[in-house]
C-alpha cells in the first residue's frame, strides 16, 4: 500500500515536471518570435518600417471631419483615442482609408510609416503616395 502511494506520488510530479518543460518550450519560442513554433505573424514589424519626412506626410490627404448622418456612432483616433469632433483637422491615409487627427498621425509617421491599425507600410513615390 506504501510502495502504492510512492510511486503514485512519483509519475505525478514527473508528469508535472513534463508539462512545466513542454510550457516554457512553447513560451519561450512565442517571446523568441521562433515561426517554428507556431504560427508566423502575417503582419510586418513597425519598427522595421522607416520613418516619413514632412514633406511626405504633408501629400496625404486632408479633410474637416464632419458627421455623415444621424445616428452615426463616435469615432475616434486610434493614435490619441479621442473621439473626433467636427471640424477637426483629420488625415486618411491611401488604400486603406483609415483616418487619424492630422496631428497625431503626422506624429506617428515621422516615427514609423505604417498605419497604426492594419499596418499597412506607406512610401512615397513620384506619382503620390501608394501602400507596399
Not at 510502495?3 to 514527473?14: A, D, F, G, W
Not at 486610434?78 to 487627427?101: D, M, Q, T, W, Y
Amino acid at each position: 500500500m506504501v510502495m502504492e502511494i510512492i510511486i503514485s506520488v512519483l509519475l505525478l510530479v514527473v508528469g508535472i515536471a513534463f508539462l512545466v518543460i513542454v510550457h516554457v518550450c512553447v513560451v519561450g519560442r512565442a517571446f523568441r518570435g521562433d515561426p517554428a513554433g507556431g504560427s508566423p505573424s502575417e503582419l510586418p514589424r513597425i519598427d522595421r518600417i522607416p520613418s516619413m519626412n514632412p514633406e511626405e506626410i504633408k501629400k496625404l490627404e486632408c479633410y474637416d471631419y464632419k458627421v455623415e448622418g444621424k445616428g452615426m456612432r463616435d469615432v475616434e483616433c486610434a493614435v490619441c483615442l479621442e473621439i473626433f469632433i467636427v471640424g477637426e483637422r483629420c488625415r486618411i491615409l491611401p488604400k486603406c482609408n483609415h483616418s487619424f487627427h492630422a496631428q497625431c498621425i503626422d506624429s506617428w509617421l515621422l516615427k514609423t510609416a505604417a498605419c497604426p491599425i492594419c499596418r499597412a507600410a506607406v512610401n512615397s513615390s513620384r506619382n503620390g503616395l501608394e501602400l507596399v
